[in-house]
């Protein structure tokens, strides 16, 4: 059974601290994306990824960075947290060639205080 | 540009009744993806069915179905004998083959099936 799996479900932060979003795939996928889902705005993209250490900037890159050090993992990073970067954070993989289904993992929603 | 509509942000209707969601979208190419998803009160979005530009046979699996119109740019999706299981925020989307991997959505509609 094909499974994108995330670090957290719920999540509290500060300002000003670093997160880290942590999401694994176990189904060999190629691409590797993070969205954030708010109301009324649907999915955003922040960041892909299409390659081990190969990323691009989505829609919505500003105050996120990414790491892909190894094919089925994905970080999302928030160097310094702000309250608007409380929203929920899914995860998301694909076979390469992208124009296969994407499998979501569960989300993360995250709240910065 | 790319682009996904989904005019119709909140539906309600009450068990047994057929529902429509509508989806306009907006590109360029001609070589392209559509998709359906579902995201039920459990957050997980579940794919629902992929059409490329070419196939515009419509397509029924058990109570959902899909009009898929090039000329309209519409790719609508009808729930039959809508359930109370059906209770979900669904989103369309758009895939342009040379955009490589990305997926544009729309913005959602929330699905409450009453009993």
């Known amino acids: 059974d094909v499974k994108v799996t995330q670090s957290s479900r719920y999540l509290v932060k500060r300002t000003g601290e670093k997160v880290f979003l942590e999401c694994v795939q176990d189904m060999d996928h190629e691409n590797m994306f993070w969205y954030r889902q708010d109301p009324g705005l649907g999915l955003r993209l922040i960041y892909f990824?299409?390659?081990?250490?190969?990323?691009e900037k989505g829609d919505i890159p500003e105050g996120y960075s990414v790491s892909r050090e190894k094919k089925e993992r994905f970080s999302l990073i928030l160097e310094s947290a702000s309250t608007n970067q409380t929203s929920m954070y899914l995860c998301?993989?694909?076979?390469?060639?992208?124009?296969?289904?994407?499998?979501f993992g569960p989300g993360t929603r995250l709240t910065v205080l | 540009a790319q682009k996904v509509t989904q005019a119709q942000t909140e539906i309600s209707v009450v068990e047994k009744e057929d529902v429509t969601l509508d989806c306009v979208y907006e590109?360029?190419?001609?070589?392209?993806?559509l998709f359906w998803y579902k995201q039920p009160p459990s957050g997980e979005l579940v794919f629902l069915i992929r059409r490329n530009s070419f196939d515009e046979q419509n397509e029924i699996s058990g109570r959902y179905s899909w009009n898929f119109q090039k000329s309209t740019s519409s790719f609508n999706f009808t729930i039959t004998a809508s359930q109370v299981v059906d209770s979900a925020v669904y989103f369309c989307a758009l895939s342009e083959v040379r955009s490589r991997t990305a997926l544009i959505f729309g913005k959602g509609t929330t699905l409450s099936v009453s009993s």
């Open positions: 590109t360029r190419d001609t070589t392209y993806y």
């Open positions: 998301a993989s694909s076979l390469g060639g992208g124009l296969g289904e994407q499998f």
């Open positions: 990824s299409y390659d081990v250490k190969m990323k």
